[in-house]
């Protein structure tokens, strides 16, 4: 994309999208080079996408077009379109994302969705989210209900300082606490997080890739997501076998839990559940049919 031979007049809007396209698919590292041209210039011209083609025609200097040729080149080489323009929209927010948490999925939003079914009839639902990465899950039920109170652990710090600063640009009122969820002590009375009421339900998207698993990954996800927020050794189940065991702890009688699972993993997860004493085990699907979140009931005082 350079200018050389070539007018600034020749570079319009359109014409860049098409050769970035083109480079793009070229390059073979997204599945969408279109839209990934689109998300990208609109961000380097802080404009919408809308607007792309509202002046398709607007031609583009050479210093307009830097920032976005190094967008462009990153995005060739791998990495994530939302560590590229540092945001990434969830049920309908905007969150600042970085390499060090996982990118807010839109089959999460499953998850959101059905917690906020589940503590609906309650008038002040008391809701933790476990492994809360950028905060997208506990941030999204505290701003879809207000009147809930809603605690966000991570083992890492530097996803909860992400998370701290995403609930202060959102308005949300969260609190957070760092916490290893493998590790029993945290809950238990005995540690500062725990020192709190009971919860009405329980919510995780928890690492449940397991290593075999590496090799059918994009390099997007493999070179530039955490790999400590995806992997979950030696089986994929790691969390879901803690949880089972430790989410009751801190649960109030029928109270509930809610996880993400990958979209194989529903029997498995539903039979660790089930083991353990957990009643009620429901699996709900994602916006391709696909298994997505398993729901369970702990039924005893």
């Known amino acids: ?5 070539a007018s600034d007049s020749l570079w319009t809007i359109g014409r860049v999208l098409t050769w970035s396209t ?77 390499p060090e948490v996982l990118i807010p999925r839109p089959d999460t939003e499953v998850l959101v969705e059905s917690a906020l079914n589940a503590v609906k009839r309650l008038e002040k639902p008391r809701i933790l989210d476990v492994g809360t990465g950028s905060g997208c899950i506990a941030l999204s039920l505290a701003l879809k209900c207000p009147a809930a109170e809603v605690v966000a652990w991570d083992i890492d710090d530097a996803a909860l300082n992400l998370a701290r600063a995403n609930a202060t640009a959102l308005g949300a009122i969260v609190s957070f606490a760092c916490c290893d969820a493998l590790a029993e002590d945290s809950w238990t009375a005995l540690h500062p997080a725990a020192q709190t009421s009971h919860y009405d339900l329980i919510v995780s998207n928890p690492p449940y890739i397991s290593p075999d698993e590496r090799p059918s990954l994009s390099t997007s996800v493999i070179n530039f997501e955490p790999s400590k927020a995806l992997f979950a050794a030696p089986d994929g189940l790691l969390f879901y076998r803690a949880l089972a065991r430790l989410a009751p702890k801190l649960l109030k009688p029928n109270g509930l839990l809610m996880v993400e699972i990958g979209s194989s993993q529903a029997e498995a997860v539903a039979n660790i559940l089930t083991a353990a004493g957990w009643s009620n085990c429901v699996c709900s699907k994602d916006w391709e049919r696909r298994d997505r979140v398993i729901q369970a009931e702990w039924c005893h005082e």
């Open 22 to 98: 083109t480079y793009l698919r070229d390059r073979g590292q997204t599945d969408s080079p279109r839209l990934d041209a689109e998300v990208l210039l609109a961000h380097s011209l802080k404009m919408t996408r809308i607007q792309l083609y509202t002046e398709f025609d607007k031609p583009l200097n050479a210093v307009e077009r830097e920032p976005f040729k190094a967008s462009l080149k990153r995005r060739s080489q791998g990495e994530p379109v939302a560590y590229i323009t540092g945001t990434k929209e969830f049920m309908g927010f905007s969150f600042a994302v970085g």
């Open 1 to 5: 994309m350079s200018s050389e031979g």
